[in-house]
């Protein structure tokens, strides 16, 4: 299938990094090949799959593949099917070095990079950071499929717009093959009105952009974080069983794209 596979909007705390973490997960437990792509200095996404501490990884991370335009010695083993090119905070200096040192072009460090590896994944899953600059430039002129989040809050839902006419750019610039793979609702509160009118108003705005699958707030989830991702209780799979079908339909979706 071979495809690569971004989340991004330029907003925090929307679930981008959870949905990166799990959802390379249970591809994973699939049987499909992964390397997820921290490309946020939080590096939270690397902690979440590791349980390791960011700072284990200094000096061997996507920073350093990216200068080197060579993951292969920085991709760090989470299980059988599951790989992660690490990050911690020395990301946040990347602009810096593409203006300063690079000498390519600056949009597609990351594309140059995962291109050496790209045939040996199924699946290559980018989490963004929260903005618009260098890195998520970087990220998504390295996609072949973009997922855009969409947190069921207002001020979400106005960041919607601004981030279509960014990937518009990006398609015009630096990546004219990048698909909008589609818009999945996260951290949804069932309870509260305002959520489900989001949600409503979403699919009038974008119509079949917007993914069926629903994530909802879920209190084990964010148990994940601490204690990594997990398939083996009830909770587990009740947690788990969105997402679960978020896959599904993003790999459906992946399927129509390449018989086209």
């Known amino acids: 299938m071979g495809a690569t596979i971004s989340f991004g909007i330029q907003k925090g705390g929307v679930g981008k990094t959870t949905t990166t973490a799990i959802s390379s997960f249970l591809l994973a437990e699939k049987g499909y090949k992964v390397l997820a792509v921290d490309f946020d200095s939080q590096g939270n996404l690397t902690g979440m799959l590791t349980q390791q501490n960011i700072y284990d990884f200094t000096d061997h991370t996507v920073l350093q593949a990216v200068k080197e335009k060579n993951p292969i010695p920085y991709i760090h083993k989470v ?15 990347l602009p810096r070095y593409i203006y300063r040192e690079n000498k390519g072009h600056p949009a597609i460090l990351l594309r140059e990079t995962l291109e050496v590896v790209k045939e040996e994944y199924d699946f290559i899953m980018i989490d963004l950071p929260p903005n618009l600059g260098d890195h998520t430039i970087n990220g998504l002129t390295a996609s072949d499929y973009a997922i855009v989040m969409l947190q069921s809050e207002p001020f979400c839902y ?19 093959d990048l698909i909008l793979g589609g818009i999945l609702t996260t951290m949804l509160d069932a309870r509260a009105t305002i959520d489900s009118s989001i949600l409503e108003q979403a699919k009038d705005d974008f119509e079949d952009l917007v993914f069926e699958s629903v994530i909802r707030r879920k209190s084990r989830v964010k148990e994940f974080s601490i204690e990594g991702i997990q398939n083996r209780l009830k909770a587990d799979r009740i947690a788990l069983e969105p997402y679960q079908r978020f896959i599904e339909e993003l790999i459906e979706r992946v399927k129509e794209r390449q018989v086209q």
Request: charged share 25%; hydrophobic share 40%.
């Open 158 to 176: 106005d960041a919607l717009d601004r981030y279509m006419e960014f990937l518009q750019g990006v398609q015009d610039n630096t990546n004219p």
């Open 79 to 93: 299980s059988d099917n599951l790989d992660i090119l690490p990050a911690e905070d020395f990301l946040s200096i």
